[in-house]
């Protein structure tokens, strides 16, 4: 089974080629993704930059210790996604299985907090555009923060869900194994990915979290 | 139109008797059918954008205006510009001629993702589709560029459906571009260096860098203004706290860019035309191609000129004019090496060239009259003016749809296998630009008169300007129907066109007419560069006459 040429689509010359191809449209993909966020990170440090004070006073209503757990959980499943990915390259079919169950439970546990921390908001009356009152003489410079809030969170919860998706379609392919030391290119892409939208979260924690913890 | 009898269609399996069906086209993954579906696409785009544009020159007779009210006018050239610049002049020469030739022209057998290729026609489809939705339930009135709080809080019409089909068109764009990017990456055949590259592909390669780093940014930017619009929130709306300008930053960081996806191909294809045409290699490859990056790369820092008038700081818009200026530069080169090129070249005047050398004419007009606008005092005169809108429709129209039919005219041989008809096409082409310049050029002397743009009605003085406007539309019209009809009789009655009719130097005359399914019996190996007529001993010359086919003997000495 070190040969896998039902992996190999016949418009390449070979297994190599079709990995540089797969490999660069990911990175170009993930370079989208930068673009993307970038849309809504300088439309966020815009409003902050107009609306400093509300933005702090905003920031109040989320959690930062629970940010951080979140945070934490999310580190802890690019660990498992990189053991998966070793685990591939070895051809190790039982450890890739669980690395990549463990990544989705992880995953599944970020989402889960996530949820729990919308609900809150929703609890709290500040969900802009829905329903929404804030103390104060700031309220409409704090809804800003709040439509960045979820705007950002949504746009990076979407980017989870897809992403424990296709773990989940990696997960039946590696149970059946699929994946061999010479053929394992999805698996290392998902990997990319993953990191990614990790590396989105650990810009937007301290963006929405900790603007104002100094006080 | 000359009686040619029907040529027995000579029996090689090719890329278009492979398979038969509706299925075998909707579900192809072959990147020739592709092309040819999105062909069909933006046809259908194009006529739609034509006929607002009918109405709005029909409309623009007579000075109080014949056609409709100040509201249903605000539609009119709304539509004509959204549908025009995101479903025709963006995705046109790069998915139908760059989706059919750049596998062909680097020696590769399809493009690296063929089924994200076919996903991206029905992403564009599926976009197109709320966009004549919102045409339908009774469009929109914001202009192309949106600009909140305008689209977000004030317009009535259909904003939130025309911003979500643009949303989804753009992913169409952003996987092209990163299709694209992968394939002359890693596609290449052997001894295809980065050297050897047609310029075709130098220019697509730099087009599919703006669509990978610029349509993301515009589809965050829309989706923000279609959230703002259904929950009444501030993002851009300044009552609530919003930035408008933010608005007008993120939009043109895209949509300047934008201009050199839609021009960037056109030179594309005018520099394999010029050089085709010439039988002379390409002066100074190596400037040409520099400047096809280059321009992709300046043009992401020039897009503050929108926005003189815009209220952003004195100092940005020097920054930008400067920057603006600079970005001419590598325009301006490539302009020169298409004239170095037909210095004592040997120039054939096949309808290709006719559009070739329009395209030069028309784009140094269009981007001399650019420099006007860069120029910061100048433009804050003629701002908002007819003057703006004769540029940009010199640089799109004149340059980009010139390049396109150029370009179909150049590979429709290569596409169906058959030669449409000679000289009816060059009537067509000198009724293009004849046209062309009756409509667009009265506009840049209304525009310098102080015309503006955007009003459904004018000052009696600009009627006759208005009048020889109009009927340059209706005669350019006529130029654009045609090619149509004899394309669409071509592909049963044109004589049979052979490999290599022209002939033309790249890799995609080297296989049949048209390609097998796989592009190449035998996967080329290179050993020439690009446009290398002098000793390229294996091309008959003078050029034959097209439906005579050339020896071929392959591969070249
Ligand atoms: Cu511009």
């Known amino acids: ?215 | 139109m000359s009686a040619v009898p029907p040529v027995e269609v000579e029996h090689h399996e090719n890329y278009l008797n492979t398979s038969y069906g509706v299925w075998s086209w909707l579900l192809t993954t072959d990147h020739k059918r592709i092309g040819l579906l999105y062909l069909v696409s933006v046809t259908f785009f194009f006529f739609v954008g034509g006929f607002f544009a009918t109405l709005i020159r029909l409309h623009l007779m007579t000075p109080q205006g014949t056609l409709v009210d100040a509201a249903t006018y605000n539609k009119m050239f709304t539509m004509h510009g959204v549908v025009m610049v995101f479903f025709f002049l963006i995705p046109a020469i790069p998915t139908v001629l760059g989706n059919f030739l750049v596998p062909l022209m680097i020696g590769a057998k399809d493009l690296a993702f063929p089924r994200l290729n076919l996903a991206s026609w029905y992403i564009f489809n599926a976009g197109g589709l709320l966009m004549i939705y919102s045409v339908m339930r009774g469009g929109l009135d914001t202009g192309w560029t949106f600009y909140p709080p305008y689209s977000s809080l004030y317009s009535n019409t259909h904003v939130v459906s025309a911003v979500l089909g643009i949303f989804i068109a753009g992913f169409s764009s952003i996987l092209t571009g990163l299709n694209f990017l992968v394939t002359v990456h890693t596609m290449r055949a052997p001894g295809m260096t980065w050297g050897r590259l047609p310029l075709f592909v130098w220019s697509h390669y730099a087009t599919s860098i703006i669509f990978v780093l610029g349509t993301p940014v515009i589809a965050i930017t829309l989706a923000l203004v279609g959230i703002e619009r259904i929950f009444h929130l501030g993002i851009f709306d300044p009552s609530l706290g919003g930035d408008p300008v933010l608005f007008q930053h993120l939009f043109w960081f895209y949509s300047h860019p934008a201009v050199y996806i839609m021009v960037l191909p056109g030179m594309a294809v005018t520099t394999e035309l010029i050089t085709t045409f010439s039988r002379k290699r390409l002066f100074g490859y190596g400037f040409v191609a520099a400047a096809s990056i280059a321009i992709a790369v300046i043009g992401f820092f020039v897009w503050g000129h929108h926005m003189f008038v815009a209220g952003q700081s004195f100092y940005a818009s020097m920054v930008f004019s400067i920057l603006s200026y600079l970005v001419a530069i590598p325009s301006a080169i490539k302009v020169f090496n298409w004239t170095a090129t037909l210095y004592k070249g040997s120039i054939s005047w096949a309808t290709p060239m006719l559009y070739g050398l329009g395209f030069i004419g028309l784009f140094v007009m269009g981007g001399m009259t650019g420099l006007f606008l860069s120029a910061l005092g100048v433009d804050v005169h003629v701002h908002d003016t007819y003057f703006v809108v004769a540029h940009f429709h010199y640089i799109m129209v004149g340059g980009t749809v010139m390049a396109y039919l150029g370009g179909l005219h150049y590979w429709w041989p290569k596409m169906s296998g058959r030669m449409y008809p000679e000289g009816l096409a060059k009537f067509a082409a000198v009724v293009l630009f004849i046209g062309f310049n009756l409509t667009f050029f009265p506009q840049f002397v209304l525009g310098y008169l102080g015309m503006p743009r955007r009003y459904h009605s004018y000052s009696p003085e600009f009627q006759v300007l208005n009048v020889m406007s109009t009927a340059g539309a209706s005669i350019l019209a006529v130029g654009y129907l045609l090619p149509m009809a004899y394309f669409i009789w071509s592909m049963r009655y044109g004589p049979i066109a052979g490999p290599n009719p022209w002939p033309g130097t790249g890799l995609e005359w080297l296989t049949a007419s048209p390609p097998p399914e796989k592009n190449f019996e035998v996967t080329p190996v290179v050993t020439w560069d690009a446009y290398d007529f002098p000793n390229r001993h294996d091309l008959k010359y003078p050029a034959p006459t097209p439906g005579f086919t050339p020896a071929q003997t392959w591969p070249p000495e």
């Open chain 1, 1 to 215: 089974m070190s040969e896998a040429p039902y992996a190999l689509q016949e418009h390449f010359r070979d297994l190599e080629q079709q990995k540089d191809a797969a490999t660069l449209g990911m990175w170009i993909f993930l370079v989208t993704e930068v673009m993307f966020f970038g849309g809504v990170m300088l439309s966020y440090s815009t409003a902050r930059y107009l609306h400093p004070a509300a933005f702090a006073a905003a920031s109040h209503y989320s959690d930062p210790l629970i940010g951080a757990i979140n945070t934490a959980v999310l580190i802890c499943s690019s660990l498992t996604m990189a053991l998966a990915v070793h685990a591939s390259q070895l051809g190790e079919r039982k450890p890739l299985v669980g690395y990549l169950a463990a990544t989705i439970v992880l995953g599944c546990v970020f989402l889960a907090v996530k949820a729990y921390e919308w609900s809150h908001k929703f609890h709290e009356h500040v969900v802009p555009g829905y329903d929404f009152s804030f103390p104060g003489p700031e309220a409409r410079s704090a809804a800003l923060y709040f439509t960045h809030y979820f705007a950002m969170t949504g746009l990076h919860a979407l980017h989870m869900v897809i992403g424990v998706a296709v773990l989940g379609v990696l997960l039946v392919r590696a149970w059946k194994g699929r994946y061999t030391p010479a053929y394992h290119t999805p698996v290392e892409l998902s990997g990319l990915y993953w990191h990614f939208v990790d590396i989105v979260w650990i810009f937007l924690y301290p963006l929405l979290y900790l603007i104002d913890i100094h006080r």
